[in-house]
């Protein structure tokens, strides 16, 4: 088990220390976000639709959309020269392989969404108060399980010509559980609502993550083995 | 002794056979839903539809649900044939819940006024659609064909598990919303005539499904033996 | 180093590998033991490549069996004992040598990481480069990069894969000094190309793959016995171009 953890965040601290010296991806991630809140302000009708309409839509548009753009480079650096062949080759468990690409993701996509969520505020004026615990908590629980999936199809798509467009198509059903819930539960802490009626998406949220990363860790070895 | 090329060649004619039966009996179902069964007191004559469409809809998630367990038996036998059925269920379901898509607004704009709406059966099926639709593409963008078989058996495994998730989460979003609910008779119970020539609808496309599968699967196994053949 | 084991570190028996009708391998068998070379030759599309893979154990045979010291190539235990050059670095440009290196050295749980990458470096003559990004450094000094990459762990079985693509002159020469000092002291080498004569002088056995099984295996110098050294590698070359013909 030790070997396993120290593997996988050896792999983890790898991937994070390329994205920190160029920091291209990010920023870019960063900016599309920060461009999708722009459009969505301007792109409705202010008298017809009010912001607290669209509110939860917009961020979880947001949030998913620039995911899968920051999940693109994850395998597109091991591509570059062979760099896969190596972790392959090293006497380390795919599952391990996995979890590092996956936990390096999180980390990816929760920096892009902890920039794009002050952003939001500010651009909808939102009331956040009394929110803002329980909308972190849907954000990582909806996270959790889209980008495991992510991952995998990341691993897969960066052996095909077009990965820009594959991983989004490959992706998208995989979004809609989380995407529903999250929206549904944003919508109603926003609302003020009270907890007993969101727990129950919660609960739904959690039992994808559950179900999606288990399944992913153990796929991850047969996919990558030949 | 049967070469492979000639069982092949078997293959595709049992499932031309098998789909031209079926074709025949999707006639006799046009034929009871036209003829047979009551006409649905609220939506009138396109209702009918509903004997077409949801059988249509309960082939897309058969032939899925055949791709998953292809999928899975693939990654543990490694059987290319496993491959080859997965692809072809793959290619009938796509058609199945394409044709579903295209007919359902087609009928739905003289009783609901609008091309699309929300039904949980044409979201469903949308999905569906989506999840043949990435798989093949997948598969298309894929040279080595071990590699193409594995990446699409974990698609088709995972889309497999998605389905429930996405049956449970729009069926949770329609009790929010309430939409009009469309291609179901308003009696809590359906009446005689409906029932039996749904029943019917529902083993005619499974016919179908068997046929085109089969007749599919023998097609690409007959490629890919002439494939094997011009390979050094 | 172990000392070499009794009997050959590296066991293929019969590998196959195909995919539905394609066949790239047909029944291949090898066997290699520490302190040897052995030079595999053959046309594009004869499967080296897919050989290779198989003895890394990156892939899976269809049929057979490639063991390393008994142990099956695809088990954690067996991969410590291999090492791989490829004529692609397998470093992360991005990252310094030192960087690359204490990554692949806690991925092989070799003993206190950056110690061990500076060490390996220092003996390529790479330690004032060694913390520059490898995007700056050379064809030829990532080649030594990569070289200590692969021998870091300490493996008995060194796999190369057209390790001389892209290289200049002066690095190839370097390149094969280095390996015959590492066949010289025990490390066996299993040597891909598609150009036998730049590694002819390191083979102590050679090996001719075409359309998937040998179409000459054996010790180098071939049946005229030893030191035909000449000779040997013309006779290797025309049956080279036979197999490419026919």
């Known amino acids: ?226 | 002794m049967m070469t492979d090329a000639l069982r092949a060649r078997c293959l595709t004619r049992r499932g031309l056979t098998i789909s031209a039966l079926g074709l025949l009996g999707l006639a006799a179902v046009y034929l009871l839903a036209l003829r047979y069964t009551p006409v649905e007191r609220f939506q009138g004559l396109p209702q009918k539809i509903f004997y077409v469409h949801v059988p249509a809809a309960w082939s897309a998630l058969l032939a899925f649900s055949l791709v998953g367990i292809a999928s899975i038996l693939y990654l543990w036998l490694r059987d290319p044939r496993l491959d080859r059925f997965a692809e072809s269920s793959a290619a009938v379901g796509l058609v199945f819940s394409l044709v579903m898509l295209t007919t359902g607004p087609l009928w739905g704009k003289p009783v609901w006024g609008t091309w699309w709406t929300w039904d949980a059966r044409l979201t469903f099926t949308l999905i569906l659609f989506f999840l043949f639709l990435g798989y093949r593409a997948l598969r298309g963008a894929l040279q080595d064909p071990g590699e193409r078989a594995r990446f699409s058996a974990v698609v088709g495994i995972l889309g497999l598990v998605l389905v429930p998730f996405v049956h449970l989460t729009v069926y949770l979003f329609r009790t929010l919303h309430p939409q009009p609910i469309v291609l179901k008779p308003s009696a809590p119970s359906l009446p005689e005539e409906m029932l039996r020539t749904l029943l019917l609808s529902l083993g005619v496309f499974t016919v179908l499904l068997v046929g085109f599968v089969t007749t599919r699967y023998g097609l690409a196994t007959q490629a890919s033996l002439q494939g094997g053949e011009d390979a050094g | 180093m172990t000392p070499p084991t009794a009997g050959p570190l590296l066991q293929a028996n019969k590998l196959e590998r195909h995919f539905g009708a394609a066949r790239v391998l047909r029944g291949v068998s090898l066997a290699v033991s520490p302190g040897e070379c052995h030079l595999v030759v053959g046309p594009n599309g004869a499967g080296k490549t897919t050989l290779l893979r198989l003895l890394a154990g990156l892939a899976r045979p269809s049929a057979g069996t490639v063991t390393i010291e008994g142990v099956p190539a695809r088990e954690p235990q067996a991969r410590r004992r291999i090492g791989l050059l490829s004529h692609q670095s397998q470093l992360y440009h991005d990252l310094t040598a030192v960087e690359n290196l204490a990554f692949t050295a806690r991925l092989y749980g070799v003993a206190d990481p950056v110690a061990a990458a500076r060490a390996g470096l220092a003996a390529m003559g790479l330690a004032e480069r060694a913390d520059e990004p490898v995007r700056r450094l050379s064809r030829g000094m990532i080649q030594r990069v990569a070289i200590v990459r692969a021998l870091l762990h300490r493996p008995g079985l060194l796999l190369l894969d057209e390790p001389f693509t892209g290289l200049d002159q002066q690095s190839s020469e370097q390149t094969l000094a280095l390996l015959a000092l590492e066949r010289a002291a025990g490390q066996a080498l299993v040597l891909v190309t598609h150009d036998a004569h730049e590694a002819w002088e390191l083979a102590t056995h050679a090996h001719l793959l075409v359309r998937g099984v040998w179409a000459t295996s054996g010790p180098r110098g071939g049946e005229g016995g030893e030191g035909e050294g000449e000779a040997s590698l013309d006779d290797f070359l025309r049956r080279y171009r036979e197999a490419q013909r026919g």
């Open chain 1, 1 to 226: 088990m030790g070997d396993f953890l120290r593997a996988a965040l050896a792999v983890a601290a790898k991937d994070i220390r390329v994205e920190h010296r160029s920091k291209t991806a990010l920023i870019a991630a960063i900016a599309f976000a920060a461009l999708v809140l722009v459009i969505f302000n301007f792109a409705r009708d202010a008298a017809a639709v009010s912001r607290e309409m669209l509110a939860p839509s917009v961020l979880w548009i947001t949030f998913s959309f620039s995911g899968v753009i920051a999940l693109n480079r994850s395998f597109a650096l091991e591509r570059e020269n062979a760099a896969l062949d190596g972790l392959l080759l090293a006497p380390v468990s795919r599952s391990a392989l996995f979890l590092g690409k996956y936990l390096a993701n999180l980390a990816f996509v929760f920096t892009v969404e902890a920039v794009a969520l002050p952003l939001f505020v500010l651009f909808f004026d939102v009331d956040l108060s009394g929110a803002l615990g329980g909308i972190v908590l849907t954000a990582v629980l909806a996270t959790t399980g889209f980008v495991a999936v992510g991952t995998v199809f990341a691993a897969m798509t960066v052996r095909t010509r077009f990965a820009e467009l594959m991983l989004p198509l490959l992706v998208l059903p995989f979004l809609l559980p989380p995407v529903i819930g999250a929206v549904q539960v944003t919508a109603r802490l926003l609302a003020g609502r009270p907890v007993s009626e969101i727990a129950g998406w919660l609960r739904i949220l959690g039992f994808y993550d559950l179900v999606f990363v288990t399944l992913c860790l153990l796929l991850f070895p047969p996919l990558m083995d030949e």
